[in-house]
């Protein structure tokens, strides 16, 4: 039946006027129904009303241009660790957590976090010292200001010869800068590379593997072995 209303329509009315019925239908329904309303929507749908109208940025299709360069959609959605997932899964094994999860844990971990997610119910502080075979984290420490002191926390709680796995915004990546229009407070500082590998260092594990990036999702990664 709804097929048959719709070949009337196509036989009736003119496909321009068709054409601007569609419009207004879409203007009607994403004010009466916004996206970003809906529960567990992307954080690009919450972000995104704010960013066309800012000075700052240029809506391009598929992305948006910041600071002279083009950032794609996909970048903004949230879930960047799934990028990274199948390279930590080769030392992230055994009993481990996932700091700063959110929705997307790394598989079969103890997920962590403080704003959203399954993590919620799981505090750092009862995961006992030295009981760990690997800590997860991706895109968390740079929203820690003290992140030294949680780094040294995470690691605590790792065996000897456990993995420490750190994935992080590129510093490279404007929008993910510090103060950015994207981001706002909401980044506490700006990760490097080098920085990552001589905290992890310090904190008395040796590095196994690395990408100082960017990658496809404008990250980098450190992995470190715990020696004592």
Request: charge should be positive; glycine fraction near 8%.
């Amino acid at each position: 039946m709804i097929q048959k209303i719709k070949n009337i329509v196509r036989l009736l009315v003119p496909k321009k006027l068709r054409g601007y019925i569609y419009k207004f239908r879409c203007r009607v329904a994403s004010h009466l129904f916004p996206l970003e309303n809906f529960p567990n929507c992307p954080d690009f749908f919450k972000q995104y009303r704010h960013l066309v109208k800012n000075p700052e940025v240029t809506r391009k299709q598929g992305g948006f241009v910041y600071k002279d360069n083009f950032y794609p959609d996909y970048l903004h959605v949230g879930g960047a660790c799934h990028t990274i997932f199948k390279v930590a899964k080769k030392y992230c094994k055994g009993k481990g957590i996932d700091v700063g999860a959110g929705f997307w844990e790394f598989p079969g971990s103890i997920p962590i976090d403080t704003t959203r997610g399954d993590g919620l119910t799981t505090d750092i502080d009862e995961i006992e010292r030295n009981s760990l075979d690997y800590v997860f984290s991706s895109h968390c420490l740079e929203h820690i200001e003290n992140w030294q002191d949680s780094l040294s926390d995470w690691v605590s709680k790792l065996k000897k010869d456990a993995k420490i796995f750190i994935y992080l915004p590129h510093p490279d990546c404007k929008i993910w800068n510090k103060s950015s229009v994207f981001v706002g407070d909401g980044h506490k500082w700006i990760p490097e590379p080098k920085i990552i590998k001589e905290a992890i260092k310090e904190l008395g594990c040796e590095i196994l593997d690395f990408d100082d990036g960017p990658d496809s999702m404008q990250s980098f990664f450190v992995c470190g072995r715990k020696l004592k």
